[in-house]
């Protein structure tokens, strides 16, 4: 099966820089992936990783240590607009040869001014 | 690009009839179609995989006969809930994966929040 753990809830000034953290424990691991989802619409994708090390990508980065099941999207310059939820989702190769992806419950990220 | 639609956005209907939901592709053609369900405040739950002219792989605890999924064309996945019951209000939504994009990354339409009273 998937475990997949992240926080709740987080709050962030404006301006500031959040990470937010992700633990995961599967089989057939085949990549990881960041989503950001505002209240009512589905999850838009922001990163991916398959490969230990960090991933950058404007105002988001992305890190994955496999060994250890761990990821984490930092958010840097935070923006009255990046208060969302965040979900991580782990790409699993399951046995009937399909890749699934499974998600974390979500950590609900509040910016304040 | 990569750009996946939903229709309808919202339905309320009565108990014991049939919704469907239908998830498309507009600017490419997607090999699979994935349905997912998601309750307030919970994760998205894949309730089935769907692979274009072939019948829909269901998750564990998802009933095929309630949930009908039809995926006739590389574009089109439609989702039916068969005799709705308050149970099934829910937010669902499809995702499609688009071939030789980034690591078959899954790209999500807009949900379709069903309430049935």
């Known amino acids: 099966g998937q475990n997949i753990d992240q926080p709740t809830e987080m709050t962030a000034t404006e301006g500031a820089i959040v990470q937010i953290n992700c633990t995961y424990q599967?089989?057939?691991?085949?990549?990881l992936f960041w989503y950001q989802q505002h209240a009512g619409e589905a999850p838009t994708f922001l990163s991916y990783n398959v490969l230990d090390g960090l991933e950058e990508k404007g105002r988001f980065s992305s890190f994955l240590s496999r060994s250890k099941g761990y990821s984490y999207l930092l958010l840097k310059e935070l923006q009255m607009k990046d208060s969302a939820s965040y979900l991580c989702?782990?790409?699993?190769?399951?046995?009937?040869?399909?890749?699934?992806?499974?998600f974390g419950t979500g950590t609900r990220l509040t910016v304040i001014p | 690009g990569a750009v996946v639609s939903q229709h309808p956005s919202r339905v309320i209907c009565k108990s014991g009839t049939s919704v469907k939901i239908e998830c498309r592709s507009l600017d490419f053609q997607a090999t699979t179609m994935f349905w997912y369900r998601q309750f307030p405040k919970q994760s998205l739950m894949l309730m089935a995989t769907s692979n274009e002219g072939s019948k829909a792989t269901y998750e564990q605890g998802v009933e095929k006969d309630k949930f009908l999924i039809n995926h006739a064309s590389l574009t089109l996945s439609t989702l039916t809930v068969t005799s709705a019951h308050p149970e099934d209000s829910s937010f669902y939504i499809c995702?499609?994966?688009?071939?030789?994009?980034?690591?078959?990354?899954?790209?999500f339409g807009p949900g379709t929040r069903l309430l049935v009273l």
């Open positions: 989702a782990v790409r699993a190769l399951r046995g009937t040869g399909a890749n699934n992806l499974f």
């Open positions: 599967t089989s057939g691991f085949n990549g």
């Open positions: 995702s499609a994966s688009a071939p030789g994009a980034i690591q078959e990354t899954q790209y």
